[in-house]
C-alpha cells in the first residue's frame, strides 16, 4: 500500500498486494494548497495535494497530545498534534507517473481538520477514501524535513471509524531517508487479507506478515496504536506494537532501501479500498512522533 517513487509491495494487478511507500515528494510536483487549515480538500482526478497552511506546531498542547509513551525518556523530542498541522500532502496510485499508493485505480480522498466531533482533543483530523474502481488506495504523509540525527521513534495516534468493515486495509508509516539509503518501517494492518500486522521490508521491497493478529476494530470506537521502532547497526528494527494498550512484540530486522536520492523524516498514513470500493471514514486524533 504504499510510498511512491518506489514500489512497496504487490504488482497493481493483484488486488490483495500492498502498494508502495511514502517518499520524499519529487521536486516540481504539482500540488495545490487550502486557504485554510480547517478546509476540506478532495480529488479522484488530480494525483496529490497539500492541506493547511499554518505555522506548524512542535509541541502542540496538553489538550491535543498524548501522554508520553511508555520507554521514552524525557529527553526525547515529540512532533505533536501532527494530524493539525498544515502541509499534509497525499497520493493515489501513481505521482508523476511511478507508484505512490498503487492500487488498481484512482480513489477520491479528502482531509478535513480540526473536527471537535469525534474527537478527543478538538482538533481531530477526518480522512476519507471513496472513488469509483475497486482496491484504490489514498496515501497521506507529513514531512517534518531532513533530520538524519534520530534512531528511536514511537508513532504514537488515535484512530477511528465510522465502518471497519469497509477497508482492505490501514497503514501507518515511518521513514527517514539520507546519505543515498531510506529506512522505512511501513506497517499495515491487514483486515481482509491475512489478518495480522504485515510490515514493510525495504531493502526487498516486500511485505512481510508478522504473526501479531490485527483484528478489525468496533466502529465509533477510539483505538490506541503505538509502534515503537528504532535504527540500529544500519538496520530498521521493528520493535513492537500496542493496540489498545496491548503491547505485542515484533521484533524483525531488515536492511534499508539502497540508492535513494532524497533526504527526509515523514509519518504517514494510507486508507485502502476493497473490493467494491465501500467509501468510508478515518478521523486521526492525538498523532504524536517521539524521537530521540
Known sequence: MLLFTLGCGG???DPVSPGAQPADPPAGSSTSSSSSSSSTSSSSSSDTGTQGSATPSQTGSSSSTSSIP??????AVVDAAV?????????TAKLDGKPCASGLGKASSSLTQDQQTPSLSGKASQFTLGGKTAYSNALWWKSFGPNRQPTHFV???YFYMDDPNSPEALEFDMNQSFGGVRYTWGTECSYRNTGHWDIWNPEAERWETTSVSCPVVSANTWHHLTWTVERVNDQVHYISVALDDHVSKVEKYYNPQPNYRGSELNVAFQMDGDYRQDPY????????????
Not at 511508555?70 to 529527553?75: D, E, L, N, Q, R
Not at 471514514?281 to 530521540?292: A, F, I, R, T
Request: aromatic letters at 18%; glycine letters at 6%.
Open 11 to 13: 504488482a497493481a494487478t
Open 70 to 75: 511508555a520507554g521514552v525518556p524525557g529527553s
Open 83 to 91: 494530524q493539525a498541522l498544515p502541509n499534509w500532502q497525499w497520493c
Open 155 to 157: 508513532y504514537d495516534l
Open 281 to 292: 471514514s478515518v478521523w486521526l486524533d492525538k498523532v504524536s512522533l517521539w524521537s530521540w
